[in-house]
């Protein structure tokens, strides 16, 4: 009786790109190139298209914010080890600060929302300092009470607005501003974490993740290293907040939703937690499937929470990772 | 008298529903986000059996709700938790999505508005120390200390629950006598499910059945746990007296809009002061690599 | 080998729940000596560890370096001072390649405001100062064993990846937690000139070992616990003679 297995190995062109030899021609080139060009390239000149389908702008809009949402949790949870499961609590604290600024203290838009932004992540930070000591589990459970907390406090204390939230924040100058900050923004984050994770800083942080004792036998305090990767994330999450409120001119208790824990967590383990860019295809996917399943009403977060179940059981190392695997290597089945 | 009547009441009524999360995650190690969903599905299921099986006898259509809650809970352990355990952060999300689910598709499926509601077990309002309370309450407080000295009297004589002791206590060397660790999980899940569903169908009647309250049990679930110590009885126990009187004495002096804020900022007070609970067991040993 | 106690431990005690994992242990290093710490199993080494660079805090006593007091600092921060400690259960960074397991120590405050190893070494150079302090240590950079993935590293070089994760940190002290463990007779002979060259270098080793043998080729003095209280101090030979040292091993009176 014959065995057969299977076996994988490297494509002959990715052997050929690694090292020197990956400028030696352009269909090298184009090998390495070619997925990247054609997301950047792709992505910027959407806009022109939505001009033929002007309701999915806001769709396309929030779903490059989602991404952001995507990439910080990939981040967190995936390089650092933090699951947080309230990345809610950041969209809010970025949009409320936004709209503050702009509404109580007239601030115009451009300063608005990068000032919400830093002093959002400054805010997210110092109030998540508390659960830097803790394992995993823990840290995840507290996590996920921090946005109902805010939405509580803000309810009881009829603070900000109260239920109401806070209204008349100012829109974008002009559409293509509004569509394209947030593209260009996506974009300089997806490739600059990329790059920052790959830096020396970010073997450190990584580090946490592995080998945390070992990080501290190194004379490095791991407490600020993971409040460092707090402040990158939700300097990611506070600036989608910020966008957010502009976005809809107004500032609510919606911000904390659900929607905008669960999405990118689903986001991250459909399109292969660990990758980055992984995170951002998966939102690609879920935003413009959400909008589809918006006709099914509470229904819809059955299903992602079944798709996000039947991924992380069966499938949980996510399309990009698969994808990947495609790109680079083949399989064939040979002989025992 | 009023509070420490109320406090009482309140803090056994949070016990109660907090014995089902504790149990399976001393036993098990999971987590299971799912508590909430599985404490309103046997609401729900309830209220079903009662108003569309007419004719059927009260105690039995709770019998039948609980075991379906059980099967339900020991079904996702055997289909999909099975298939992810040991990875903490994969086991938090699938659970916490699989509750989310069954709490928005309830929600789709029908279960709005204010209009859900259980039979109690008996009304009519009894007087203690010069304050009248139900009877529903009062059988809610029974029914949590007959619980809990079950409970006990299970984990401590019985085959089955010294084979769930043992394997919360060492994972390795209970199965290394012959204790099966996947059985025992499945097990505790059914258990800790038919205790949500036992909490649900006693304390239900005092309200109406809506989803949010699906999302407050699990608030207050994980609320206990922490205080009281993550696999420590003793600990829920203490902790839900606590957080019980805190809420009865916010309730009473500022407001009741703030009774879930003492929960959560009681957890994080915890987290600063002592992360691994009142009795919590876990933390001094992880340092030891 | 000078006068100067670089390393004081006065009564520490440690127990867990009913466990009484160290009692009233005392002992001094002097600067540049090895010094070893042998015991059976479950005699609280590894606690004793833990509790000097500040992974377990002491019920009791103190520990003090160079005459400051470093009881129940915490661990980031001693090892900024210059104790260093290897892991008797290895878990290098699996995911990069040997040499980049050291970009964590490179990073640190301590081995910056040191401008690297030896001269030269600031940011991009990282690399290169890593790959060095790995050839320095044994492993072969012809070969490409540097740049092989952590995970895929037999365990003497792993264990020596170790130790290079302390040497990185251009440390005073260096606490080794079973470095001989799991290693063959080879691997050992080629692990001692390593040490020897760090004593050579100046820096105080503090060896916890069961492998009495090695132990005795480099140590300058031992200490022996059992159930977690010292039961002898001295020279190897002196406590290897002990009465009490040979009951912990051995369990018999006669021997």
């Given amino acids: ?336 | 008298m009023e509070i420490i009547i109320y406090g009482v009441i309140n803090s056994i009524t949070l016990a109660l529903i907090s014995l089902g999360f504790t149990l399976v995650y001393s036993i098990s190690r999971l987590p299971n986000f799912a508590h909430g969903a599985l404490y309103i599905t046997t609401g729900y299921i309830t209220w079903l059996l009662v108003n569309k099986l007419e004719g059927f006898p009260f105690p039995f259509v709770i019998f039948i709700s609980i075991a379906i809650t059980c099967i339900i809970g020991a079904s996702i352990y055997r289909f999909i938790l099975i298939r992810i355990r040991g990875m903490e952060i994969s086991e938090i999300i699938a659970t916490y999505a699989i509750g989310l689910a069954i709490l928005e598709g309830l929600r789709w499926g029908g279960l709005r508005g204010m209009t859900f509601t259980l039979p109690t077990f008996s009304s009519g309002t009894v007087n203690i120390f010069g304050t009248n309370i139900d009877h529903q309450r009062l059988i809610v407080v029974g029914i949590g200390i007959c619980t809990f000295i079950l409970l006990y009297l299970f984990t401590h004589f019985n085959k089955i629950g010294l084979a769930l002791r043992g394997i919360a206590q060492d994972e390795r060397a209970a199965m290394m006598l012959g204790i099966d660790s996947d059985t025992t999980a499945i097990i505790s899940l059914a258990i800790g499910s038919g205790l949500a569903g036992l909490a649900a169908v006693v304390i239900l009647p005092l309200g109406n059945i809506i989803v949010e309250a699906g999302y407050n049990v699990l608030i207050f679930a994980i609320a206990v746990c922490v205080i009281g110590g993550l696999g420590s009885w003793a600990g829920t126990i203490l902790a839900s007296f606590i957080i019980g009187f805190a809420q009865i004495l916010t309730e009473v002096f500022l407001s009741s809009h703030y009774q879930m804020v003492v929960a959560l900022l009681a957890i994080i007070v915890t987290l600063l002061i002592k992360p691994s609970g009142i009795f919590g067991k876990q933390k001094e040993l992880e340092e030891r690599v | 080998m000078n006068d100067d106690i670089i390393i004081s431990v006065k009564e520490i005690s440690k127990s867990f729940g009913g466990l009484k994992a160290l009692m009233d242990v005392s002992f001094d290093v002097h600067a540049g000596e090895i010094y070893g710490i042998i015991g059976p199993n479950g005699s609280g080494k590894t606690t004793l560890i833990n509790c000097i660079t500040g992974f377990i805090k002491p019920n009791a006593g103190h520990v003090s370096f160079k005459g400051h007091n470093i009881t129940n600092m915490p661990p980031h921060k001693i090892a900024h001072m210059g104790i260093t400690r290897t892991f008797q259960i290895m878990r290098p960074y699996y995911s990069l390649p040997a040499y980049k397991n050291l970009i964590v120590p490179l990073w640190s405050p301590r081995a910056r405001k040191a401008g690297g190893w030896r001269g030269g070494g600031k940011h991009g150079d990282r690399d290169t100062v890593a790959v060095d302090i790995l050839e320095e240590i044994g492993f072969e950079r012809d070969s490409r064993v540097p740049y092989k993935l952590a995970s895929s590293l037999p365990t003497g070089y792993q264990k020596r990846l170790e130790l290079a994760r302390c040497i990185a940190l251009r440390p005073e002290v260096i606490f080794c937690d079973e470095v001989f463990s799991g290693l063959s007779m080879s691997e050992i002979a080629s692990m001692l000139p390593l040490i020897e060259k760090l004593k050579m270098d100046g820096i105080t080793l503090i060896m916890v070992e069961h492998r009495l043998r090695e132990l005795f080729r480099v140590a300058d003095r031992v200490m022996a616990l059992n159930f977690g209280e010292k039961i002898a101090e001295g020279n190897y030979s002196e406590v290897i003679e002990d009465k009490r040292v040979k009951e912990a091993y051995l369990g018999s009176e006669e021997v």
């Fill in chain 1, 1 to 336: 009786m014959e065995m057969m297995r299977k076996e994988r190995i490297d494509r002959g062109i990715k052997v050929r790109t690694e090292g020197i030899y990956a400028i030696s021609s352009y269909r090298e080139i184009l090998y390495l190139m070619g997925p990247r060009l054609l997301l950047i390239v792709g992505v910027l000149v959407l806009p022109l298209f939505l001009e033929l389908v002007p309701y999915w702008k806001r769709v396309i809009n929030i779903m490059f914010v989602y991404s952001l949402l995507a990439l910080a949790f990939d981040f967190l949870a995936n390089y650092v080890g933090l699951v947080c499961l309230g990345g809610a609590f950041f969209v809010g604290v970025g949009g409320y600060l936004s709209a503050v600024f702009n509404v109580y203290l007239h601030l115009p838009v451009y300063l608005s929302i990068p000032l919400a932004t830093i002093f959002g992540a400054v805010f997210c930070t110092i109030t998540v300092l508390p659960c830097m000591p803790l394992r995993g589990v823990y840290f995840a459970i507290v996590t996920l009470m921090y946005p109902l907390l805010a939405t509580r406090v803000i309810e009881a204390l009829n603070i900000l607005g109260g239920t109401n939230g806070i209204t008349g924040v100012d829109s974008f100058p002009h559409e293509y501003a509004e569509q394209y900050v947030i593209i260009i923004v996506m974009l300089l984050f997806l490739f600059g974490m990329r790059r920052f994770v790959n830096q020396d800083i970010g073997l450190v942080i990584r580090g946490v993740k592995d080998n945390d004792q070992a990080v501290r036998a190194s004379g490095i305090s791991v407490t600020y290293m993971k409040s460092l990767a707090v402040f990158i994330a939700s300097f990611m999450c506070c600036f989608g907040g910020a966008y957010i409120a502009h976005l809809y001119m107004w500032a609510g208790l919606s911000l904390f939703a659900l929607d905008f824990s669960i999405i990118p967590i689903a986001s991250v383990v459909i399109g292969g937690g660990g990758t980055l860019v992984g995170a951002a295809i998966g939102s690609f996917i879920l935003v413009p499937l959400s909008e589809f399943l918006r006709f099914f009403g509470t229904f819809r977060i059955v299903i992602y929470c079944a798709a996000l179940t039947a991924f992380i059981v069966l499938k949980s190392e996510g399309l990009m990772v698969y994808l990947q695997r495609k790109y680079h290597q083949f399989e064939r089945w040979v002989r025992v």
